[in-house]
C-alpha cells in the first residue's frame, strides 16, 4: 500500500516499486505524465524507522531488512531511537553497493555480531565478495563492526581524522556499547580502519562510479559522503539528517557545518541516503538539517544580543521540529551547545 507525497513532505524513498508502477501506467497510457511528475513523487511504505517501534526484523540482530533503494544500491535503515538492547545499536544506515565486481558496504555496523548480520543479509542478496568497507565516521555504530570485517580480511577505509578519533576513543566508545548489548556484544573489539585518506577517493569498480568525500567539519570529525555522480545519488552520513532531530554534540562545529553543506549542495544529487532515516531527496533534508542549524543559531544570536545566559538559551522555542524523534532528548542539549559555541566565536 502506498500514497503519493509532495517532494518536501517525503519521508521515504522506495525506488524499488519504480518499474512495477511505470509498466501499469504505460499499458493505461499515463507513462509520459508519469515521466513529467518522477521527479516530484516518491512512494512510502507503510514501514517507519520511528523511536516508538522497537525492531522491524526480529529475526536478525538488524533493526530492518535490507531494501533496494535504486538497482543495485540496498540500505538496511535503523532505528531512529539511540541505541539499545532492542535494536542492537543499529539505529543508523547500514548501506551497500552491489556494484558487478565486489560489494562496498557503507558503515561496519555497532558491533561484531551486527556486522555479522549484515553480511549474511548481502550474501542473500549477491554471491560477490565484499571488497571495502567505509566508515563513515569515528562513531561506535560506524567502527565497532569493523573487528568482523577485519577477520573477513576486507580493507577498511575512513578519513585521516576519523581513525585519530577512534584511536583516542574506541576503548570508551567499545564499553559504552556493551553496557547496553550485552551478550550482543560478544567478539566486538576495536578495530580501526586500514586505510585513511585527505579529501577525496575515487572507486571505479564494476557499473559505478564511487567518490568518497571529506567536505570538511559537520557533526562529527571525519565525516564523510559517498556520491555516486552517475546515479545522482549521495550516502551522506550525518552530514544530513530528517526523521530525527540532528544532534549537536560537544565536538559539533554548527558554523562550520553550513560552510560544508553548501559543498554537499553543489555535488546537486537528487536522491539522500542519509545516515540515519529513510531515503529521501535533498529539499527535505535540507529543511531538516541546514534551515534548523540556521534557525538555531539565529535563534541563539538573539539571546545574546539581548544579554541572555545558558539558561534563556535553553528556553528557546524549538516547537517546529517537535514532530522529529529524538526531539525530547537534544532540543535543549542543542540550544545550550550552540550557545556555548556562539558566546566565543
Not at 47 to 59: C, E, K, T, V
Not at 64 to 79: F, T
Not at 241 to 266: C, G, N, Q, V, Y
Given at each position: ?5 509532495s ?24 507513462f509520459?505524465?508519469?515521466c ?10 507503510l ?13 536478525s ?24 538492547y532492542?535494536?542492537?545499536g543499529h ?13 562496498v ?16 543479509e ?9 571488497v ?13 563492526g ?7 580480511k ?5 578519513h ?8 583516542k576513543?574506541?576503548?570508551d ?13 560478544d ?11 585527505d ?18 567539519l ?20 550525518d ?38 532515516g ?9 529543511r531538516?538539517?541546514k ?6 543559531r ?8 539581548n ?5 534563556d ?9 517537535s514532530?522529529?524523534?529524538t526531539?525530547?532528548?537534544l532540543?535543549?542539549?542543542n ?11
Open positions: 500500500m502506498y500514497k503519493i507525497v517532494e518536501s513532505d517525503v519521508l521515504n524513498v522506495k525506488f524499488r516499486h519504480f518499474s512495477i508502477i511505470r509498466n501499469i501506467l504505460r499499458s493505461c497510457g499515463f509520459i505524465i508519469l513529467v511528475f518522477a521527479k516530484f513523487v516518491v512512494f512510502t511504505s514501514a517507519s524507522a520511528s523511536q516508538s517501534i522497537s525492531d522491524q526484523y526480529p529475526q540482530l538488524l533493526y530492518s531488512k535490507p531494501v533496494e533503494v535504486i538497482p543495485h544500491v540496498w540500505s538496511a535503515i535503523g532505528a531512529t531511537a539511540p541505541p539499545g532492542d535494536n542492537s539505529n543508523n544506515n547500514l548501506s551497500f553497493i552491489v556494484t558487478g565486481q565486489g560489494v558496504v557503507i558503515n561496519a555496523g555497532a558491533s561484531y555480531l551486527v556486522a555479522k548480520a549484515l553480511h549474511n548481502i550474501k542473500a542478496i549477491s554471491d560477490e565478495p565484499v571495502l568497507i567505509i566508515n563513515e565516521n569515528a562513531q561506535g555504530h560506524a567502527m565497532l569493523n573487528a568482523y570485517w577485519h577477520e573477513q576486507v580493507p577498511i577505509l575512513a585521516k581524522s576519523a581513525a585519530k578519533e577512534w584511536q576513543h574506541g576503548y566508545i567499545l564499553k559504552g556499547m556493551q553496557s547496553y548489548n550485552l551478550e550482543k556484544a567478539k566486538t573489539v576495536v578495530q580501526g580502519p586500514t586505510e585513511v585518506f579529501e577525496k577517493r575515487e572507486i571505479n569498480l564494476g557499473r559505478f562510479e564511487i567518490n568518497v568525500l571529506w567536505l570538511g559537520a557533526h562529527s570529525p571525519g565525516d564523510v559522503v559517498v556520491h555516486l555522480p552517475a546515479e545522482h545519488l549521495v550516502i551522506s552520513g552530514m544530513a539528517f530528517h526523521e530525527r532531530l540532528l544532534p549537536i554534540m560537544s565536538d559539533t562545529r554548527t558554523k562550520e557545518w553550513l560552510d560544508s553543506w553548501e559543498r554537499f549542495e553543489a555535488l546537486n544529487a537528487q536522491y539522500v541516503i542519509p545516515g540515519h529513510h531515503p529521501t531527496n535533498m529539499a527535505q533534508v535540507r531538516y538539517t534551515d534548523y542549524l540556521v534557525f538555531l539565529g535563534a541563539v544570536a538573539d539571546v545574546l544580543d544579554g541572555g545566559d545558558l539558561q538559551s535553553y528556553k528557546i522555542d524549538q516547537s517546529a521540529y514532530h522529529l524523534d526531539y525530547s532528548e532540543a535543549a542539549k540550544a545550550g551547545r550552540v550557545f556555548a559555541q556562539m558566546e566565543f566565536e
